[in-house]
């Protein structure tokens, strides 16, 4: 079945600087790569996705990268601010089931 | 609209006991989904459902059972609960067909249901 890795698992920025979180994937069928947002105490809500057609998306301060090749896929956030403080998956998804990531927990310092 | 609705928030059970965490969407979306989250291990499928009286296993699907009677409701049950089963409990709903449009595979998520078997 699909498998999806994502690091770092904790990752603790500055306010203002930028922060960068990798996934990898193992099944090539996928073809939907979202991302999703846990603040505490909720459920997780989706910030941003891709399809396996397309190699980018950015919205304002978020981007997130497909390499279908290598089986990678980024999330990247500019101009960290203290909101933006929460944990992050990363999943991969193929008709009914979406695989999530192990998480990373982001810190932005002020 | 309320999206997506656990109950209950909290539950202590002991070792052996049975429960149903419920959980209803007033969306109308087709699909269904209950996973788990562990410390360290993300998010893991537990079941899904495509619609009423569908519905199919998921990572990690062994000591729960699910049914789907209404497109509104898919309840989680434990028959017998473990301290394995100790985590966090989210239901998510999408809109389950078209998947090609925007926004139809956008998983929506409830608040989650924490239990604790003892």
């Known amino acids: 079945g699909e498998n999806v890795e994502q690091h770092p698992s904790t990752l603790s920025v500055q306010e203002g600087d930028s922060a960068v979180i990798k996934c990898t994937y193992s099944?090539?069928?996928?073809?939907?790569f979202p991302w999703y947002k846990q603040e505490l105490g909720k459920g997780p809500q989706l910030i941003i996705d891709?399809?396996?057609?397309?190699g980018e998306k950015k919205d304002q301060r978020i981007a997130v990268t497909l390499n279908k090749t290598a089986k990678h896929f980024s999330l990247h956030i500019t101009e960290t601010q203290p909101e933006d403080s929460a944990v992050y998956f990363c999943?991969?998804?193929?008709?009914?089931?979406?695989?999530f990531g192990a998480g990373t927990r982001l810190f932005v310092k002020a | 609209n309320a999206g997506v609705t656990q109950t209950p928030k909290f539950q202590v059970l002991k070792t052996g006991q049975s429960m149903t965490l419920q959980c209803a969407q007033d969306?109308?979306?087709?699909?269904m989904s209950w996973y788990r989250q562990d410390p360290g291990m993300g998010l893991r499928l537990i079941h899904y459902s495509v619609g009423a009286g569908i519905t199919d296993q998921g990572e990690v699907p062994n000591g729960y059972n699910v049914s789907r009677s209404t497109t509104e409701d898919f309840p989680l049950r434990l028959l017998s609960a473990a301290p394995s089963q100790t985590s966090v409990y989210f239901c998510a709903s999408r809109v389950g067909r078209g998947l090609t449009h925007s926004g139809a595979n956008v998983l929506t998520f409830g608040a989650g249901s924490r239990l604790t078997v003892l």
């Open positions: 969306m109308n979306h087709e699909y």
């Open positions: 891709i399809r396996s057609n397309v």
């Open positions: 099944d090539s069928a996928s073809n939907y």
């Open positions: 999943a991969a998804s193929k008709g009914f089931k979406t695989i």
